[in-house]
């Protein structure tokens, strides 16, 4: 049985879906490397979920006319999008975060481990490390995930 095309708007969620984690993760570790901001572990969180989304909606051009691969890629954006919530909240201390702060440390042999790890960056999850206009990056992540989350799903929700 031959396939049909994919409908113009799976077309459109698929692009989405490949596109908000790509945009996403491109920022963020161009704010790392390029902008000197170290992820604590919420953040690395948010990129896990952004990554598995990505890997997803690549996979999901392999089968244009599925929708399973592209809301699944939606789903792991969505995750995205709550923990970028839940670590918002945790920097504008509406609640309590559970998890240790983090360091990056980098060190090589010969060299002494224990003024590597001096000198290594403290990344506190519940201080925000850059904002604009008082929104954090995880609370941009909130606000972009969210979005291409919930554009994902409205387009999956047409029918050809």
Request: glycine share 8%.
């Amino acid at each position: 049985m031959p396939t049909s095309p994919p409908t113009r708007a799976l077309a459109r969620a698929r692009l989405i879906a490949l596109l908000v984690p790509f945009v996403a993760l491109a920022g963020a570790y161009g704010s790392q490397y390029l902008g000197g901001l170290y992820p604590c572990e919420m953040c690395w969180w948010q990129r896990y979920a952004h990554m598995t989304a990505l890997a997803v909606a690549v996979l999901s051009f392999a089968a244009p006319t599925r929708r399973e691969l592209v809301a699944l890629a939606g789903a792991a954006i969505a995750v995205s999008a709550a923990i970028g919530f839940y670590h918002a909240g945790v920097e504008y201390k509406w609640w309590e975060g559970h998890t240790a702060c983090t360091s990056t440390v980098h060190f090589t042999a010969g060299q002494d481990a224990l003024a590597a790890i001096m000198a290594a960056p403290n990344v506190r999850c519940d201080e925000a490390q850059w904002t604009l206009l008082g929104v954090s990056l995880a609370g941009f992540n909130f606000l972009f995930s969210g979005l291409g989350a919930a554009a994902v799903f409205a387009l999956l929700a047409r029918r050809a």
